[in-house]
Protein backbone atom coordinates (compact mmCIF):
# COMPACT_ATOMS: atom_id res chain seq x y z
CA UNK A 1 0.00 0.00 0.00
CA UNK A 2 1.58 3.44 -0.71
CA UNK A 3 1.50 6.25 1.32
CA UNK A 4 -1.13 8.23 -0.17
CA UNK A 5 -3.56 4.60 -0.02
CA UNK A 6 -2.50 4.64 3.29
CA UNK A 7 -3.68 7.97 4.32
CA UNK A 8 -6.83 8.00 2.90
CA UNK A 9 -7.54 4.67 4.79
CA UNK A 10 -7.02 6.19 7.87
CA UNK A 11 -8.57 9.01 6.96
CA UNK A 12 -11.67 7.38 6.06
CA UNK A 13 -11.46 5.07 9.04
CA UNK A 14 -11.30 7.61 11.29
CA UNK A 15 -14.13 9.44 9.77
CA UNK A 16 -16.60 6.22 9.79
CA UNK A 17 -15.82 6.12 13.71
CA UNK A 18 -16.98 9.54 14.02
CA UNK A 19 -19.71 9.36 11.61
CA UNK A 20 -21.11 6.61 14.06
CA UNK A 21 -20.79 8.92 16.82
CA UNK A 22 -23.10 11.63 15.05
CA UNK A 23 -25.41 9.44 14.12
CA UNK A 24 -25.48 7.59 17.56
CA UNK A 25 -26.08 11.21 18.95
CA UNK A 26 -28.51 12.42 16.73
CA UNK A 27 -30.05 9.24 15.48
CA UNK A 28 -33.03 10.88 13.00
CA UNK A 29 -33.28 13.05 10.03
CA UNK A 30 -35.92 14.92 8.51
CA UNK A 31 -36.48 15.01 4.91
CA UNK A 32 -39.13 16.84 3.59
CA UNK A 33 -41.23 16.61 6.20
CA UNK A 34 -40.93 12.87 6.76
CA UNK A 35 -38.84 11.57 9.89
CA UNK A 36 -36.14 9.02 8.99
CA UNK A 37 -33.91 6.57 11.99
CA UNK A 38 -30.22 6.71 10.77
CA UNK A 39 -28.91 4.09 12.55
CA UNK A 40 -24.68 4.48 13.80
CA UNK A 41 -23.47 2.73 10.78
CA UNK A 42 -25.67 3.93 8.09
CA UNK A 43 -24.98 6.99 5.82
CA UNK A 44 -26.88 9.91 6.65
CA UNK A 45 -29.37 12.02 3.84
CA UNK A 46 -27.09 14.60 3.38
CA UNK A 47 -27.78 15.74 -0.26
CA UNK A 48 -31.58 15.98 -1.12
CA UNK A 49 -31.05 12.77 -1.95
CA UNK A 50 -35.19 12.43 -1.73
CA UNK A 51 -35.16 14.26 -5.04
CA UNK A 52 -34.36 10.82 -6.98
CA UNK A 53 -38.25 10.42 -6.61
CA UNK A 54 -38.30 12.98 -9.48
CA UNK A 55 -36.92 10.77 -12.00
CA UNK A 56 -39.37 8.06 -10.97
CA UNK A 57 -42.99 7.83 -12.82
CA UNK A 58 -46.32 6.52 -11.47
CA UNK A 59 -46.52 2.96 -11.80
CA UNK A 60 -43.23 1.96 -12.51
CA UNK A 61 -41.07 -0.53 -11.16
CA UNK A 62 -38.04 0.64 -9.21
CA UNK A 63 -34.60 -0.68 -7.82
CA UNK A 64 -32.92 1.15 -5.26
CA UNK A 65 -29.22 0.01 -5.29
CA UNK A 66 -27.69 0.70 -1.95
CA UNK A 67 -30.15 2.09 0.08
CA UNK A 68 -28.92 2.94 3.20
CA UNK A 69 -31.75 4.27 5.70
CA UNK A 70 -34.27 4.41 3.07
CA UNK A 71 -34.69 7.71 1.07
CA UNK A 72 -34.52 7.28 -2.02
CA UNK A 73 -36.96 3.96 -1.77
CA UNK A 74 -39.70 5.64 0.49
CA UNK A 75 -40.17 8.66 -1.78
CA UNK A 76 -40.25 6.70 -4.96
CA UNK A 77 -42.74 4.30 -3.31
CA UNK A 78 -44.88 6.80 -2.95
CA UNK A 79 -45.31 6.54 -7.23
CA UNK A 80 -43.72 3.58 -8.24
CA UNK A 81 -45.95 0.14 -8.54
CA UNK A 82 -43.24 -1.42 -6.51
CA UNK A 83 -39.29 -1.16 -5.40
CA UNK A 84 -36.58 -3.62 -4.16
CA UNK A 85 -34.54 -1.63 -1.59
CA UNK A 86 -31.27 -3.97 -1.18
CA UNK A 87 -27.92 -3.00 0.47
CA UNK A 88 -24.45 -4.92 1.40
CA UNK A 89 -24.46 -3.49 4.53
CA UNK A 90 -27.22 -5.48 7.08
CA UNK A 91 -27.47 -2.77 9.30
CA UNK A 92 -28.95 -0.37 6.26
CA UNK A 93 -31.06 -3.49 5.27
CA UNK A 94 -32.91 -3.17 8.90
CA UNK A 95 -32.76 0.84 8.53
CA UNK A 96 -34.85 0.90 5.49
CA UNK A 97 -37.26 -1.40 6.74
CA UNK A 98 -37.52 0.13 10.52
CA UNK A 99 -38.06 3.52 8.13
CA UNK A 100 -40.56 1.21 6.28
CA UNK A 101 -42.96 0.39 8.93
CA UNK A 102 -42.63 3.77 10.06
CA UNK A 103 -44.34 5.61 6.97
CA UNK A 104 -46.60 2.62 6.56
CA UNK A 105 -45.02 1.67 3.13
CA UNK A 106 -46.24 -1.30 2.02
CA UNK A 107 -44.76 -1.46 -1.82
CA UNK A 108 -41.16 -2.20 -0.81
CA UNK A 109 -39.30 -5.55 -0.62
CA UNK A 110 -35.63 -4.84 1.32
CA UNK A 111 -33.07 -7.31 1.13
CA UNK A 112 -28.94 -7.70 2.42
CA UNK A 113 -27.28 -8.37 -1.52
CA UNK A 114 -23.86 -7.32 -2.57
CA UNK A 115 -24.85 -4.63 -5.96
CA UNK A 116 -26.73 -7.27 -8.05
CA UNK A 117 -25.58 -10.98 -6.53
CA UNK A 118 -29.30 -11.15 -5.45
CA UNK A 119 -31.02 -8.88 -7.34
CA UNK A 120 -33.64 -10.34 -9.88
CA UNK A 121 -35.58 -9.08 -12.17
CA UNK A 122 -35.66 -5.81 -14.39
CA UNK A 123 -36.71 -2.85 -13.58
CA UNK A 124 -38.05 1.06 -15.49
CA UNK A 125 -35.71 2.85 -13.17
CA UNK A 126 -32.59 1.82 -11.41
CA UNK A 127 -31.51 4.42 -8.45
CA UNK A 128 -27.78 4.90 -7.58
CA UNK A 129 -26.10 6.94 -4.75
CA UNK A 130 -22.64 5.30 -5.27
CA UNK A 131 -19.94 5.84 -2.72
CA UNK A 132 -17.51 9.29 -4.05
CA UNK A 133 -14.15 7.95 -2.23
CA UNK A 134 -11.83 5.23 -4.47
CA UNK A 135 -11.02 3.50 -1.31
CA UNK A 136 -11.32 -0.32 -0.17
CA UNK A 137 -12.55 -1.51 3.34
CA UNK A 138 -13.43 -4.54 4.31
CA UNK A 139 -16.24 -4.24 6.62
CA UNK A 140 -19.79 -4.63 4.76
CA UNK A 141 -20.58 -0.92 6.63
CA UNK A 142 -17.86 0.97 5.53
CA UNK A 143 -19.19 0.69 2.04
CA UNK A 144 -21.16 3.91 1.85
CA UNK A 145 -18.50 6.57 1.49
CA UNK A 146 -15.61 4.56 0.40
CA UNK A 147 -15.64 1.39 -2.63
CA UNK A 148 -13.33 0.74 -6.00
CA UNK A 149 -15.95 -2.11 -6.68
CA UNK A 150 -19.40 0.29 -7.06
CA UNK A 151 -19.33 1.58 -9.97
CA UNK A 152 -17.41 -0.98 -12.34
CA UNK A 153 -20.04 -3.79 -10.97
CA UNK A 154 -22.97 -1.46 -11.51
CA UNK A 155 -22.82 -0.70 -15.37
CA UNK A 156 -21.27 -3.93 -15.62
CA UNK A 157 -24.69 -5.20 -14.44
CA UNK A 158 -26.61 -2.75 -15.66
CA UNK A 159 -28.34 -4.60 -18.88
CA UNK A 160 -29.35 -7.37 -16.68
CA UNK A 161 -31.27 -5.70 -14.70
CA UNK A 162 -32.73 -2.83 -16.71
CA UNK A 163 -36.06 -2.61 -19.26
CA UNK A 164 -35.20 -1.50 -22.95
CA UNK A 165 -36.70 1.86 -22.82
CA UNK A 166 -35.43 2.11 -18.61
CA UNK A 167 -33.35 4.44 -17.04
CA UNK A 168 -30.44 4.56 -14.92
CA UNK A 169 -30.14 7.53 -12.28
CA UNK A 170 -26.84 8.08 -10.47
CA UNK A 171 -25.75 10.42 -7.69
CA UNK A 172 -22.32 11.24 -8.21
CA UNK A 173 -19.84 14.74 -8.10
CA UNK A 174 -19.76 16.74 -11.43
CA UNK A 175 -16.29 16.51 -12.39
CA UNK A 176 -16.37 13.00 -12.50
CA UNK A 177 -18.71 13.53 -15.06
CA UNK A 178 -15.70 12.58 -17.84
CA UNK A 179 -15.59 9.24 -16.43
CA UNK A 180 -18.86 7.91 -15.86
CA UNK A 181 -19.42 8.72 -19.45
CA UNK A 182 -16.68 6.55 -20.80
CA UNK A 183 -17.55 3.68 -18.13
CA UNK A 184 -20.81 3.95 -19.00
CA UNK A 185 -20.46 3.66 -23.13
CA UNK A 186 -18.55 0.85 -22.77
CA UNK A 187 -21.36 -0.94 -21.04
CA UNK A 188 -23.61 0.23 -23.75
CA UNK A 189 -25.59 3.28 -21.85
CA UNK A 190 -25.47 6.61 -23.08
CA UNK A 191 -26.19 9.91 -21.07
CA UNK A 192 -29.09 11.62 -21.38
CA UNK A 193 -29.06 14.21 -18.76
CA UNK A 194 -26.84 16.16 -16.17
CA UNK A 195 -28.63 18.23 -13.54
CA UNK A 196 -27.40 19.70 -10.42
CA UNK A 197 -29.09 18.58 -6.95
CA UNK A 198 -31.35 20.81 -5.38
CA UNK A 199 -29.87 23.42 -3.15
CA UNK A 200 -29.16 22.74 0.71
CA UNK A 201 -30.92 24.69 3.17
CA UNK A 202 -29.08 26.39 5.44
CA UNK A 203 -29.67 23.82 8.01
CA UNK A 204 -28.70 21.45 5.63
CA UNK A 205 -25.49 22.69 4.70
CA UNK A 206 -24.43 22.91 8.59
CA UNK A 207 -25.59 19.40 9.17
CA UNK A 208 -23.18 18.23 6.17
CA UNK A 209 -20.55 20.50 7.69
CA UNK A 210 -20.91 18.56 10.68
CA UNK A 211 -20.24 15.60 9.08
CA UNK A 212 -17.64 17.03 7.09
CA UNK A 213 -19.07 16.31 3.56
CA UNK A 214 -19.11 19.48 1.42
CA UNK A 215 -18.05 20.40 -1.71
CA UNK A 216 -18.87 17.65 -3.48
CA UNK A 217 -20.87 19.75 -6.23
CA UNK A 218 -23.47 16.21 -6.30
CA UNK A 219 -25.26 15.79 -9.41
CA UNK A 220 -27.80 13.45 -11.16
CA UNK A 221 -26.79 12.00 -14.05
CA UNK A 222 -29.17 9.81 -16.14
CA UNK A 223 -28.65 7.22 -18.36
CA UNK A 224 -30.51 5.02 -20.90
CA UNK A 225 -29.62 1.99 -22.85
CA UNK A 226 -27.27 3.01 -26.31
CA UNK A 227 -30.42 0.95 -28.06
CA UNK A 228 -33.12 -1.71 -26.17
CA UNK A 229 -31.59 -5.05 -25.94
CA UNK A 230 -33.78 -5.97 -28.17
CA UNK A 231 -32.31 -4.06 -30.98
CA UNK A 232 -29.11 -4.86 -30.22
CA UNK A 233 -28.92 -8.91 -30.65
CA UNK A 234 -30.97 -8.38 -33.63
CA UNK A 235 -28.27 -5.87 -35.38
CA UNK A 236 -26.13 -9.17 -34.27
CA UNK A 237 -28.17 -11.87 -35.55
CA UNK A 238 -27.96 -9.73 -39.01
CA UNK A 239 -24.48 -9.37 -38.71
CA UNK A 240 -23.70 -12.97 -37.79
CA UNK A 241 -26.11 -14.19 -40.98
CA UNK A 242 -24.35 -11.81 -43.37
CA UNK A 243 -20.62 -13.09 -42.27
CA UNK A 244 -22.49 -16.98 -42.39
CA UNK A 245 -23.85 -16.05 -45.88
Not at 42 to 70: F, I, T
Not at 120 to 144: M, R
Not at 190 to 199: N, S, Y
Request: with cysteine; glycine share 8%.
Amino acid sequence: MGLYSAYKQGLMGTWYWYVRKLNAAFPYKTVDGKKFAVFPGVYKPLENEHACADYCREGESVLDLGCGCGVGAIFCAEKAQSVVASDISAAAVKNTQANCETHGIDNVTVFESDMFEKVEGKFDLIVANPPYIAADFASDEQQFATSVRYLPLLFAGVHDHIQDHGRLLVQYPAWFKGSLVKLAKSHGMVLKETKRMPMKSVGLALLSLAYLQVGFRSTFFLFEPEQPRQQADAKTNVSQDRLAA
